[in-house]
């Protein structure tokens, strides 16, 4: 079975999504036969590389959340603290993903995906790291366990820039509008970041079912 997981790095839901998925899929029955991959999605294709306003600050915008912004902002850094995630949106500065889409998609070509997502995801939502800029991604990348020469040349050109637009042409043609969101076997999404039990059976159901003819 595969999960492919439909996110954004700037998307505090997702890293939730991601801790509630880790919890789903430990002693999953049938987990070996399990792949997850995590699938491009970008959130704000036009942003800048360079920060400007918080998270917390955009949130707050009349257009956005306007005076419900605190507590929602807190009800989201509750759900991440329960999760063991310190989510700082007063601290997050969103910026463009594209690169740190690419550098993910090179990380699983070297089985370090899902650590170089951890990695970024961390640095974005905990440390306020500018994910855009490339010295912070070859910083981020080493730390994953990457090579950061080839972190540096991947960044320098424009590999696996056509894998992120596959992954969001694909987003739109399985009927992907919001992140996370989880596409089992090339089914229809679902919500990922639901609570970890619900999603064990999800998982358990699409295992156990029968095959098709």
Known sequence: MRIDVYADVLCPWCYIGKRRLAAALEGLDGREAVEVRWRAFELGPDLPRVPGRSAAAQMADPSWWGAEAPSRIDRIRRLGAAEGLDLDLHRARPVSTFDAHRLIRFGYARDLGDATAERLLLAYHSEGANIADHGVLERLGAEAGLDAAEVRDVLAGDAHADDVRADERRAAQS????????????GRPVPGVQPSPVLRQLFSDALHAPSRP
């Open 175 to 186: 009927g992907v509008t919001g992140v996370p969101s989880l596409v089992i076997d090339g």
